[in-house]
């Protein structure tokens, strides 16, 4: 039976200037999309050379990692599944500085399977054993050999097995938080005071006019106000709850960059790619974005735990006040928080982190 077009007199096969017409949409349609996600990779390409990439070592030894003790689950790049460990250490570099200590010290863990990230703060106090150095509170690890005795100092005072490092300066941390629009937190006048000195002696420094906190209360502070909120030691219970206004703010950030759009990651991206130091390549990098497109979830503690001080937690060495812990209890819960989910924070830990 003839069809329709047959009947009223059409070939039921397209014209040959139809058919080529069709052929030259779909080809002009390929070549669009081709050179849309060619830009894509140049974009991208260009974003990352912004990065600081070292040359960090991979070999276990001079990581420290005792490879007889080193958890099983953990594995040696971000590209397996397990969980990965990733140093973070905020650094405190004025102009001309060649050596500085890690003022903030984290471990950032990954854990891919399960769609978690879990940040382990570190208090900057803590007395360990420095290689070559003896009994140091921890922070000094950066200023005596960079991020890599930092990372060796880790490994082997808690019996971990990082490989990967990140630093940020705290100068260019701001510039990270004014990406994602600042951060939305709840200060009190006596921290607002001592934020507000921070910020005039940033401020002279860059030759910049000094951007204050006006008032306190719930509101949102800027990269540079973030910062300095960030850094009070001397209000509250000194560095207890300084590390735990450190980890607010990184969760105020991590859940702002949530909450963003994809198609804003690369700009994003652009900003805060060029203010971080780190061994992490572009294979880890892609992996650690492939991440947060699930949309994790991210819980943080802090170590030593309020159990694990000795006495009162207070020992003088060298001459300085250190917080004196106990290295086996300590590990052993940061192990079990990292590798099996068990959270060691108890009521007086919240307590001196100022939490209510």
């Known amino acids: 039976m003839a069809s329709r077009r047959e009947y009223e007199g059409q070939s039921a096969a397209p014209a040959r200037g139809q058919k080529r017409k069709k052929r030259g949409c779909g080809c002009l349609l390929g070549i669009v999309l081709a050179v849309l996600a060619l830009a894509g990779v140049l974009y991208c390409g260009s974003i990352l050379k912004e990065l600081n990439v070292t040359d960090f070592t991979t070999d276990t030894s001079e990581l420290g990692i005792n490879e007889d003790h080193s958890d099983e689950t953990v594995k040696s790049n971000l590209g397996n599944t397990g969980i990965v460990n990733i140093a973070l250490f905020g650094v405190d570099q004025r102009e001309g500085d060649t050596a500085f200590r890690s003022d903030a010290i984290m471990i950032l863990s990954v854990d891919k399977p399960a769609g978690k990230l879990k940040l382990s703060t570190i208090m900057r106090d803590s007395l360990v054993e420095i290689e070559d150095h003896g009994q140091q509170k921890i922070t000094k690890a950066y200023y005596y050999g960079g991020p890599e005795l930092a990372v060796r100092t880790l490994n082997q005072n808690f019996n971990l097995n990082i490989r990967e490092y990140a630093a940020v300066n705290f100068r260019q941390m701001a510039a990270i938080i004014d990406a994602v629009g600042g951060v939305d ?116 503690v802090r170590f030593p735990t309020n159990a694990d001080l000795i006495g009162d937690g207070s020992i003088m060495v060298n001459g300085e006040n250190c917080l004196n812990l106990d290295l086996q209890s300590t590990s052993e819960k940061l192990h079990a928080f990292i590798y099996d989910d068990i959270d060691p924070t108890t009521d007086a830990d919240r307590l001196s982190n100022g939490e209510h």
């Open 185 to 300: 937190i709840d200060i009190s006048e006596a921290e607002r005071q001592n934020a507000n000195n921070s910020i005039r002696e940033q401020s002279e420094v860059a030759g910049l006019p000094a951007d204050y906190i006006e008032s306190a209360g719930l509101q949102t502070l800027n990269g540079t106000q973030a910062v300095a909120y960030a850094r009070i030691r001397y209000v509250g219970n000194a560095d207890f709850e300084r590390t735990s206004r450190q980890r607010e703010v990184l969760r105020k950030v991590f859940d702002k960059a949530l909450d963003m759009n994809p198609l804003q990651y690369p700009e994003f991206a652009r900003k805060f790619l060029p203010t971080v130091e780190t061994s992490l390549d572009l294979g880890d990098i892609l992996s650690l974005a492939d991440i947060m497109l699930k949309k994790p979830t991210l819980q943080d």
